[in-house]
């Protein structure tokens, strides 16, 4: 079982074009009556009292501590003042809009000093047939989900979630439970995929998450998946699953070669040849901590013309890594949502040039993630022999999940 769900993120709006056979609505509860009768504006509170309400006070009025029944009658009375004697001070009123008057004043300085993120624009990804799913779960995860329980949100906002496909009561419970937990932050449609043979399994799996999601993220279509043929679990149509043409599919999806497994994905960061000759430089002391400034060029050297560094500069920059809190802090804020893609292949690189290296598999965690390849930052995490701040930041967002697009460069980890 893997420990946790892997998610993988996109600026993508999931729409289904195809006539999927749609589960049977549930029997509408109450609360969902209520939201279907606020959804046609009504209001099932009782309506002000007083015109005035709606109204700011006057000065006079906050001057002389108008009765807060008076102005705002939907709310309690805050003044306690005997008939006929004079005033002492100012009224709770006073005080009540003064405080308000701060906390807004503090909002306002808040918001001031966060960094605004740019509004990003959603893709549509339009899904004609079964055959175009699977090509897409599978160019968005990195590779061929097998015995895998995938979760894919229809619409905007929502994460393409996967797991190892539980068979035993107790790990079907807490698969469940793990995904529940997720995707109740990201409400709405979601589609599901079990990759295996085992028929009855995934019956089993898909009948309990579809209980434990219920009305806060419906699942308009389960499939299962299997080599090459594909069943629809909520009807009784079947087929086979044909090659779809990756021009139907954004560039970000289209140019994506899928490995076979998770396996080879965590085959592409094991140390490379040369990873014994930096080795070597760092045994003979012929590497030196660089300069913040030098990381700083070294990255946006390969940012600006993809020059990667050589084993002498790689050397370097491990050593750098692992001696300086500065130069993390420097590498870290490389890393945004525009150069995420770029700063995954760097720290690959880098990764595949050291036997260990907890800094480096930390930076590309982060990468990963930012770029939405979760399935990539848990491979990366799996390289950490040491955990450090970072690679614990990582693990915590990944396991909570977090959507990327609240990362800013300027995040102090």
């Known amino acids: 079982m893997e420990r946790s769900p892997s998610f993988a993120w996109g600026d993508n709006q999931v729409v289904l074009r195809t006539p999927h056979r749609r589960p049977p609505p549930a029997a509408a509860t ?21 015109p005035s309400a709606t109204r700011r006070p006057s000065r006079r009025e906050l001057r002389l501590g108008a009765p807060y029944g008076r102005l705002f009658p939907h ?12 005033s002492s001070g100012p009224s709770r009123v006073v005080i009540f809009l003064a405080r308000e008057r701060q906390k ?29 799913t699977v090509a897409l779960v599978s160019r968005m995860l990195g590779f061929h989900p097998t015995e895998s329980l995938v979760i894919l949100t229809l619409g905007s906002g929502g994460p393409c979630a996967r797991i190892d496909l539980p068979h035993e009561g107790r790990d079907v419970l807490e698969a469940v439970m793990e995904l529940w937990k997720a ?69 970000k999806y289209a140019n994506v070669e899928p490995l076979p497994t998770r396996k080879h994905l965590d085959a592409t960061l ?15 002391g012929l590497a030196r901590v ?17 020059t990667l560094p050589s084993d002498n500069e790689t050397a370097d920059l491990l ?22 893609d770029e700063m995954t292949k760097f720290w690959t690189y880098v990764l595949q040039s050291a036997y260990v290296s907890d800094e480096a598999a930390g930076l590309l965690a982060l990468a990963s993630w930012v770029a939405g390849n ?40």
């Open 30 to 50: 109450h609360t969902e009556t209520f939201f279907l009768s606020r959804s046609n504006n009504h209001d099932p509170r009782p309506p002000p009292r007083n």
């Open 75 to 86: 709310r309690t009375p805050l003044v306690d003042r005997t008939p006929g004697l004079p």
């Open 183 to 251: 995707f109740r932050q990201y409400p709405g449609e979601v589609l599901v995929i079990a990759y295996t043979e085992d028929a009855d399994a995934a019956d089993v799996v898909v009948q309990a998450l579809m209980v434990a999601l219920g009305t806060t993220s419906p699942v308009r279509v389960a499939l299962r998946v299997t080599g090459d043929e594909w069943y629809d679990m909520t009807g009784w149509a079947n087929g086979r699953i044909e090659s779809t043409d990756p021009s139907v599919f954004p560039a």
């Open 290 to 306: 660089l300069a913040v400034a030098e990381v700083i060029a070294m990255i946006d050297r390969y940012l600006s013309d993809e």
């Open 270 to 284: 094991k140390p490379v040849g040369r990873a014994a000759r930096v080795k070597e430089i760092q045994t003979d």
């Open 104 to 132: 807004q004043g503090r909002q306002r300085r808040a918001n001031h000093l966060t960094p605004r993120r740019k509004q990003v624009t959603m893709t549509t990804i339009a899904l004609h047939n079964p055959s175009e």
């Open 319 to 340: 050593l750098t890594l692992t001696s300086k809190r500065q130069a993390m802090n420097a590498a870290q804020s490389k890393i945004s949502q525009s150069t995420a």
């Open 374 to 413: 979760g399935a990539l930052s848990w491979c990366a995490l799996d390289r950490v022999k040491n955990y450090t701040r970072l690679a614990d930041y990582v693990k915590a967002v990944l396991e909570e999940p977090r959507n990327p697009s609240a990362w800013h460069p300027a995040t102090v980890i």
